[in-house]
């Protein structure tokens, strides 16, 4: 085994150098081909909004590395400033804590997990995946799932949803007369819009590429509906603004808040972009009554609400060591195998050519004394023979450790 993971998130790179290093879902096939060529054979990627991160088994780490900085353009000195580098059981603790939600910017989210899962796949349809990181995920699924139900690392979860809520409230008291639009349909625009459904504002909009997607999440919870195209002429309407989508580019520009903003006259606009690369240009943030928050700026607001949870976290890293220990255990055993298989063969051999000896030596009238003395002799010489031998051809500066691990092996006594 040599598990490699080489990656960046939250916690190690800002925003800027994240959103840059963001591998989207319909490229990373091509991606783990162009490691494929490389040589890298046992490889997945992970791209979420927090992290990017390489899985690999295999001693190639200078080539992902310089990989990784040519395909970005940037120097790879720079690079790795940002970067994290785990190998083997570091490797194995880092991935049980990603999938269980304890290295995530919301401590016990449970998203990460299926974007896992889906990493795991995409690299199996590529055909980079191969058996070792097949079964490693495998474990780190297993092991998710347990933590997730044996502790409360989930439970009271203050998510980026609560977040929101709670500054819209502080910015326009009562949210009963807001209104919002969402910026894209996928899986964290779901989660957000149900909350604040639930929460019942003046009006819910979708707006998105697809017109079907959109109506389809604007079905679920009674929204409107529109193309993303259309918002520049609609976006003055709403005093909430979620982005989350998966444009290279802002979609949301300076110029059409400016405008947004004379037509409200001021009224305040609470702007949140929860996407990475960023769907709303940095410089909104210094117009008058214009809030804008970013996904690691909500991240830092929700993370104040975690404190009870500190039993929860001491669990489930007791589950993930003892994970870690049963996994690293087992393919230390799978590596040991050929070498037993072989003992026991020689071992066996042995012992039947001594057998048929005896028999022999019963046809020819010995005695069964003679016989079992001869036996147990030979047996004990031939098992002893390589043994032995290796410890008296050994150089000085390796008797030493020959002798401690034949000590170890026949548990023999000083």
């Known amino acids: 085994m040599n598990l490699n993971i080489i990656g960046l998130n939250h916690t190690t790179a800002p925003l800027g150098i994240r959103e840059r290093f963001v591998f989207h879902s319909d490229q990373i096939s091509h991606f783990l081909l162009d ?16 992290r990017t991160e ?58 990460i997990l299926g974007q896992m899962k889906q990493a795991a ?22 092991a998710a799932k347990e933590i997730r139900s044996k502790t409360n690392i989930g439970a009271s979860n203050t998510t980026i949803a609560s977040s929101i809520f709670s500054l819209a409230k502080k910015i326009f008291g009562d949210i009963h007369q807001t209104k919002i639009i ?44 529109c193309l993303l195209g259309e918002i520049n002429d609609q976006i003055h309407d709403y005093d909430i603004v979620i982005s989350c989508t998966g444009s290279q580019l802002p979609i949301i520009g300076l110029g059409m808040i400016e405008r947004a903003i004379r037509i409200r006259k001021h009224k305040p606009m609470l702007l949140i972009d929860l996407a990475i690369p960023r769907d709303i ?19 830092q607001i929700a993370q104040e609400g975690i404190d009870n949870r500190v039993d929860a976290v001491n669990e489930a890293l007791i589950i ?39 028999k022999k030596q019963f046809k020819n ?14 047996l004990s010489n031939k098992f002893l023979h390589h043994p ?19 000590k170890k092996i026949y548990n023999l006594k000083e």
Not at 35 to 50: A, D, F, G, P, R
Request: hydrophobic residues 35%.
């Open 35 to 50: 490691l494929k060529e490389k040589k890298v054979s046992q490889v997945v990627i992970l791209s979420t909004c927090n």
């Open 54 to 111: 390489i899985y690999f088994n295999g001693p190639k780490t200078q080539i992902i590395y310089q990989w990784l900085a040519d395909y970005h353009h940037i120097k790879l000195s720079q690079l790795k400033k940002y970067l994290y580098h785990f190998n083997n059981k570091e490797a194995l603790t880092h991935a049980y804590r990603v999938a269980s939600g304890l290295d995530s910017m919301l401590l016990g989210e449970t998203q």
């Open 121 to 142: 796949k995409i690299s199996k349809y590529a055909g980079t995946q191969g058996k070792f990181l097949s079964h490693f995920f495998e474990t780190v699924f297993g």
């Open 182 to 225: 969402f910026v894209g349909a996928g899986e964290m625009t779901e989660l957000i819009a149900k909350y604040f459904n639930s929460i019942k504002p003046k009006g819910i909009t979708i707006a998105n590429r697809s017109i079907a997607r959109g109506k389809k999440l604007g079905k679920k919870i009674g929204a409107q509906t």
């Open 281 to 299: 240009e940095s410089e909104t943030s210094k117009l008058n009554d214009i809030f804008l928050y970013t996904l690691d700026e909500l991240a």
């Open 320 to 358: 993930i060591k003892e994970k870690v220990n049963d996994f690293y255990q087992k393919e230390n055993k799978k590596k040991a195998s050929p070498t037993i298989v072989s003992l026991r063969s020689q071992f066996e051999e042995n012992r039947l050519k001594e057998i048929n000896k005896a």
């Open 365 to 378: 009238g010995k005695s069964l004394d003679e016989i079992l003395d001869s036996l147990s002799n030979n």
């Open 388 to 406: 032995t031998k290796a410890l008296n051809d050994s150089a000085a500066n390796e008797t030493k450790e020959i002798s401690a691990l034949l």
